[in-house]
């Protein structure tokens, strides 16, 4: 009888060790994702560069790139149909919504 109780514990073990082995399988697919995260804020070169970073941030397909002094500003169409204008940081990647109205 007492061999009865001697399986829970082995099945203990072994539910230890796949959680063990899922919880690393996570960590280490989640760990490239955090590393690209940082890879995307660098300089941004071309009109290319900055359409691919604002397509990162909002949804949508890219209606035009304007090179300004220090940015570039791209408007996107939302799937929603909406139209927005990002302003992408030339120096460091950086996407932030554009504060001129008239662009929106």
Request: net charge positive.
């Amino acid at each position: 009888m007492t061999s009865d109780w001697v399986v829970p514990n082995e099945w203990s073990d072994m539910f230890k060790s796949v959680v063990t082995g899922v919880l690393l399988v996570m960590l280490t697919l989640c760990a490239p994702g955090a590393m690209a995260q940082q890879d995307k804020q660098k300089p941004v070169k071309n009109s290319t560069q900055a359409a691919q970073q604002a397509k990162r941030h909002v949804e949508g397909r890219v209606l035009k790139v304007d090179p300004q002094k220090s940015s570039y500003r791209v408007k996107m169409l939302k799937k929603s149909g909406r139209v927005v204008s990002l302003d992408v940081d030339k120096r460091s990647g950086k996407v932030k919504p554009s504060k001129r109205k008239d662009d929106n």
